[in-house]
């Protein structure tokens, strides 16, 4: 049974499915990527869909029944590593998917270097040689989630004859801002645990920097970090440190032993002019994979954009399979499924588990509204006054402290959608400090849910204008400046743009601190943080001249304001009582 969406034409299920593995393809320098190909038992030709990436590519076309990611092994492997589509759903529908490896990894040759150059030019010339196969029509896309999706946008910038579309999903284009590095502060739990042999079908790797520096500079370098406090607290990266040529952690170390953008960084996608992409894209971003709305105001190409709801897609990845099938009928097969008639923006809203559907992003009529910290610590519209005393937490191994504002129940339901950006005024003892910043949605004592963060290490405060936006300050990264103790300074943070409803009577709250909150959900898994050794003591201003505020991107209610009494006058309000 095929749905009817739109105008009601897709792809019909009508093919038997044939599949050809192992079959090896040789790149422009000699080394051969092994790809599997499940292509219709039908005579004709076929729009090929490409899906490559370091994961076993065996696993991806088994029968799995789908469960929640990482609940699971399948052949040893984490089930986290099912994010290429499901070759049945495509092939039965007259699609031919590829499934490939990366060099260096499964029964690929050559050796893995974390999203190379090579690899984007393998990918290349392996979209090339498919659209050449008798088999194809000459249209290929690319399709799938987390690394099979992260170097389509670098591909996708080299423009191969023969790539019409590409679905990015959950994608992490910036390595180092949007993933690794974000805010200047290593990612290192999910780190370690992604760039690993447990993930990872790597056979043969070399370390960037090792090739770059020479071994005597690149073990100094490594004896360095062997002597860093904070590193030390560290045990998966010390470990990574004294094996520096065990299989699993060139490539690891390249990322950790890289804390500035640099060459390193920039080829893996850190300054894309996304406004001179041609290739149409589907771009699916989730919470912690935030990238692709940050770049959608600049790219000019046909587009489409999603924000998951705050769940991992199940494994194996089925989700969104009618709407990328609408998406790579209409491109690749010139079917009008009147998927480029529909709006060109959706967001899961948690909190009301509703959609918003738009014509772009940010979200057109939306209102920037600051809400002040103040030194009784709450979160308000109302503006801070000149004498307004400011509030202080120490950060130190055994003894992470925070500050939490919020504001008073709120009279309005109120919608936000977008990006965050909390501004903060603050000093320290020290000459460097982490900030670690949450929104949150506060309904009672014991039910609270954070609904996004952000992260900033203060020497890297120096923003780019050429790259920043209005709502979204973008830090360089590349010259880090060191703190004069108890001198304030103006820090700029962004959380990850999100989609929630606030219930009226709820509470609105951002949390401040130096280090990660206890995890709560498997996001927050991701967001284990490379914390200071060194104690620290952190003072956030709140006067006039030294303000401190979080801008939402208000998109429903809030008309009138948060009402710092929360509007009850009711004669059981034991507050207004006393005043009568």
């Given at each position: 049974?095929?749905?009817?969406?739109?105008?009601?034409?897709?792809?019909?299920?009508?093919?038997?499915?044939?599949?050809?593995?192992?079959?090896?393809?040789?790149?422009?320098?000699?080394?051969?990527?092994?790809?599997?190909?499940?292509?219709?038992?039908?005579?004709?030709?076929?729009?090929?869909?490409?899906?490559?990436?370091?994961?076993?590519?065996?696993?991806?076309?088994?029968?799995?029944?789908?469960?929640?990611?990482?609940?699971?092994?399948?052949?040893?492997?984490?089930?986290?590593?099912?994010?290429?589509?499901?070759?049945?759903?495509?092939?039965?529908?007259?699609?031919?998917?590829?499934?490939?490896?990366?060099?260096?990894?499964?029964?690929?040759?050559?050796?893995?270097?974390?999203?190379?150059?090579?690899?984007?030019?393998?990918?290349?010339?392996?979209?090339?040689?498919?659209?050449?196969?008798?088999?194809?029509?000459?249209?290929?896309?690319?399709?799938?989630?987390?690394?099979?999706?992260?170097?389509?946008?670098?591909?996708?910038?080299?423009?191969?004859?023969?790539?019409?579309?590409?679905?990015?999903?959950?994608?992490?284009?910036?390595?180092?801002?949007?993933?690794?590095?974000?805010?200047?502060?290593?990612?290192?739990?999910?780190?370690?645990?992604?760039?690993?042999?447990?993930?990872?079908?790597?056979?043969?790797?070399?370390?960037?920097?090792?090739?770059?520096?020479?071994?005597?500079?690149?073990?100094?370098?490594?004896?360095?970090?062997?002597?860093?406090?904070?590193?030390?607290?560290?045990?998966?990266?010390m470990d990574a440190l004294?094996?520096?040529?065990?299989?699993?952690?060139?490539?690891?170390?390249?990322?950790?032993?890289?804390?500035?953008?640099?060459?390193?960084?920039?080829?893996?996608?850190?300054?894309?002019?996304?406004?001179?992409?041609?290739?149409?894209?589907?771009?699916?971003?989730?919470?912690?994979?935030?990238?692709?709305?940050?770049?959608?105001?600049?790219?000019?190409?046909?587009?489409?954009?999603?924000?998951?709801?705050?769940?991992?897609?199940?494994?194996?990845?089925?989700?969104?399979?009618?709407?990328?099938?609408?998406?790579?009928?209409?491109?690749?097969?010139?079917?009008?499924?009147?998927?480029?008639?529909?709006?060109?923006?959706?967001?899961?809203?948690?909190?009301?588990?509703?959609?918003?559907?738009?014509?772009?992003?940010?979200?057109?009529?939306?209102?920037?509204?600051?809400?002040?910290?103040?030194?009784?610590?709450?979160?308000?519209?109302?503006?801070?006054?000149?004498?307004?005393?400011?509030?202080?937490?120490?950060?130190?191994?055994?003894?992470?402290?925070?500050?939490?504002?919020?504001?008073?129940?709120?009279?309005?339901?109120?919608?936000?959608?977008?990006?965050?950006?909390?501004?903060?005024?603050?000093?320290?003892?020290?000459?460097?400090?982490?900030?670690?910043?949450?929104?949150?949605?506060?309904?009672?004592?014991?039910?609270?849910?954070?609904?996004?963060?952000?992260?900033?290490?203060?020497?890297?405060?120096?923003?780019?204008?050429?790259?920043?936006?209005?709502?979204?300050?973008?830090?360089?990264?590349?010259?880090?400046?060191?703190?004069?103790?108890?001198?304030?300074?103006?820090?700029?943070?962004?959380?990850?743009?999100?989609?929630h409803f606030f219930k009226?009577?709820?509470?609105?709250?951002?949390?401040?601190?130096?280090?990660?909150?206890?995890?709560?959900?498997?996001?927050?898994?991701?967001?284990e943080h490379l914390c200071?050794?060194?104690?620290?003591?952190?003072?956030?201003?709140?006067?006039?001249?030294?303000?401190?505020?979080?801008?939402?991107?208000?998109?429903?209610?809030?008309?009138?304001?948060?009402?710092?009494?929360?509007?009850?006058?009711?004669?059981?309000?034991?507050?207004?009582?006393?005043?009568?």
């Amino acid at each position: 049974m095929d749905p009817k969406i739109g105008t009601g034409k897709i792809s019909k299920r009508e093919h038997t499915v044939a599949a050809n593995r192992n079959i090896s393809v040789k790149m422009s320098d000699g080394v051969t990527i092994d790809i599997d190909i499940f292509q219709p038992e039908s005579k004709g030709k076929f729009p090929a869909l490409l899906s490559i990436s370091t994961f076993n590519k065996e696993i991806q076309s088994q029968h799995i029944w789908p469960a929640p990611t990482r609940s699971r092994r399948i052949r040893g492997m984490p089930d986290a590593v099912l994010e290429a589509p499901i070759a049945d759903f495509w092939v039965r529908r007259g699609y031919v998917l590829i499934y490939g490896s990366v060099r260096g990894t499964g029964k690929s040759g050559g050796v893995f270097q974390y999203l190379s150059k090579r690899e984007i030019q393998d990918t290349y010339e392996i979209i090339e040689w498919a659209a050449k196969q008798p088999w194809c029509n000459g249209n290929v896309g690319m399709i799938g989630q987390g690394y099979y999706a992260a170097h389509q946008s670098l591909v996708a910038q080299m423009e191969p004859p023969h790539l019409k579309a590409i679905a990015p999903i959950g994608t992490f284009w910036d390595n180092y801002r949007h993933f690794w590095w974000g805010g200047g502060v290593l990612q290192k739990g999910f780190l370690r645990w992604l760039v690993s042999l447990v993930n990872f079908d790597i056979h043969t790797e070399k370390s960037v920097l090792l090739e770059k520096l020479g071994k005597a500079k690149y073990e100094k370098l490594i004896a360095d970090a062997l002597a860093d406090k904070d590193i030390q607290a560290a045990p998966e990266i010390m470990d990574a440190l004294r094996n520096p040529y065990k299989l699993g952690n060139a490539n690891y170390l390249d990322i950790v032993l890289q804390p500035l953008i640099n060459d390193y960084w920039l080829e893996r996608g850190a300054t894309i002019d996304f406004s001179k992409f041609k290739v149409p894209a589907y771009l699916g971003g989730a919470a912690h994979r935030p990238s692709v709305f940050y770049y959608w105001p600049d790219m000019k190409m046909p587009k489409k954009i999603l924000l998951f709801p705050p769940a991992y897609t199940d494994r194996p990845f089925y989700q969104l399979s009618w709407e990328l099938l609408r998406w790579f009928d209409y491109w690749l097969k010139n079917i009008d499924t009147g998927i480029m008639d529909e709006p060109a923006v959706k967001m899961f809203v948690s909190g009301s588990n509703d959609w918003i559907l738009a014509d772009d992003f940010p979200i057109p009529g939306t209102r920037w509204i600051p809400f002040n910290l103040h030194d009784n610590h709450s979160l308000l519209e109302f503006e801070p006054w000149d004498e307004a005393e400011a509030s202080s937490y120490d950060d130190a191994p055994g003894n992470r402290g925070k500050l939490e504002y919020s504001s008073a129940p709120l009279v309005e339901n109120t919608e936000i959608a977008g990006p965050i950006t909390v501004s903060l005024s603050a000093s320290c003892r020290g000459t460097d400090m982490n900030f670690f910043v949450g929104l949150w949605d506060i309904e009672s004592a014991d039910k609270q849910v954070c609904i996004t963060r952000g992260n900033l290490k203060a020497s890297h405060r120096e923003v780019d204008p050429d790259l920043s936006k209005d709502w979204l300050p973008v830090h360089k990264h590349t010259n880090p400046q060191p703190l004069i103790p108890g001198q304030v300074y103006q820090f700029s943070i962004v959380m990850n743009p999100v989609a929630h409803f606030f219930k009226a009577g709820h509470r609105i709250a951002l949390k401040i601190a130096s280090s990660d909150d206890m995890p709560e959900s498997l996001y927050d898994v991701g967001h284990e943080h490379l914390c200071s050794q060194t104690p620290n003591t952190i003072t956030i201003y709140h006067d006039a001249e030294h303000p401190s505020y979080m801008v939402l991107p208000i998109t429903k209610g809030n008309w009138v304001g948060t009402f710092s009494s929360g509007g009850d006058i009711s004669l059981k309000n034991k507050e207004f009582m006393k005043l009568q």
